[in-house]
């Protein structure tokens, strides 16, 4: 097992709770890539139940291999993925599609249906996997779209008609319609001003915590690592070179991580300050922390 993989600590503990964390995504050994080029080389990480995972990497590093991995949307050449505490190399159909149920995804940009209206939207992965009338999925698709902040009469507007901001959550509302114990979440603040990235960070820790959400969050946003990150994991060298809270993130020694935690364009870090991120009750600074203290650039894109 690779040594960077991070163990279960007093600093996890602090976030999780005192007991052993339920890992609701195991991987190990994994090797993955497109045709004859390898991206992922023998990598090995966790998702604990509970917690926002972001993560880092500079461009190829292989962010999105492992999330499309993961998914079963890229096949692996080796390792294993476990996802609920089941072997996907080993589920039956019948067990895979209970699975992907339980998972919901945004992908970057929001990737929304340009054809169809908001509500129509939210009501692809309904009509995939549930037999619903469709009035009991309209209800369903209002009350996801009202879940992420979004104005009833926007449910019957298309993609072209809204807002960046708007178009995020939009696309969270389509990976919520579910009710998903685990999101993925690609990019999600990209392309939003500091304030708009500030109050979608909020909503990804509000949405966390009230639905008790797993959350696998690619982000190159320094502000989003801080504010609402129980953990960060940084591939590298197509491995995860290093997992942990933030503090495990700015003590590495490691080239890449020192350039990007460290770096021109990284917010100034106050050690004082770490305990009054998203995820202890300051999401209402978040707006005002990327104003002072940084407005999330991408240092690796």
């Not at 279960?8 to 964390?21: K, R, Y």
């Not at 992922?40 to 509970?50: A, E, Q």
Request: hydrophobic residues 45%; negative net charge.
């Amino acid at each position: 097992m690779s040594e960077a993989l991070s163990t279960f600590g007093p600093a996890d503990a602090g976030v999780l709770g005192s007991a052993a964390p339920d890992v609701v995504i195991r991987v190990r050994d994994l090797v993955a890539g497109f045709g004859d080029k390898i991206i992922m080389k023998g990598l090995d990480l966790d998702v604990y139940r509970g917690e926002v995972l972001g993560v880092v990497g500079g461009s190829g590093t292989g962010k999105s291999v492992l999330t499309r991995t993961i998914l079963g949307l890229l096949p692996k050449r080796s390792g294993r993925i476990e996802v609920f505490g089941a072997d996907l190399d080993e589920v039956s159909e019948r067990e895979y599609d209970s699975i992907e149920r339980r998972i919901g995804v945004m992908f970057q940009q929001g990737a929304l249906f340009s054809g169809l209206t908001v509500k129509q939207n939210v009501q692809v992965p309904m009509r995939e996997h549930l037999d619903l009338s469709p009035r009991l999925a309209d209800e369903l698709a209002m009350l996801k779209i009202e879940l992420v902040g979004l104005a009833l009469d926007a449910a019957d507007k298309y993609p072209s008609e809204l807002s960046g901001g708007m178009i995020k959550r939009a696309a969270m509302a389509r990976a919520l319609a579910l009710d998903p114990e685990l999101v993925f979440l690609d990019e999600p603040t990209s392309g939003l001003d500091p304030i708009g990235a500030a109050e979608f960070d909020e909503l990804i820790g509000t949405l966390q915590k009230t639905l008790g959400l797993t959350v696998f969050m690619v982000t190159h946003d320094l502000d989003s690592l801080y504010s609402i990150c129980d953990r960060i994991a940084a591939l590298a060298e197509g491995k995860v070179i290093a997992a942990g809270p933030i503090e495990t993130m700015l003590a590495s020694g490691h080239p890449w991580l020192k350039a990007y935690f460290h770096g021109k364009r990284a917010r100034q870090f106050d050690p004082e300050n770490v305990a009054c991120r998203a995820k202890a009750g300051a999401t209402g600074h978040l707006g005002e922390a990327r104003l002072n203290g940084g407005a999330g650039f991408d240092n690796a894109s």
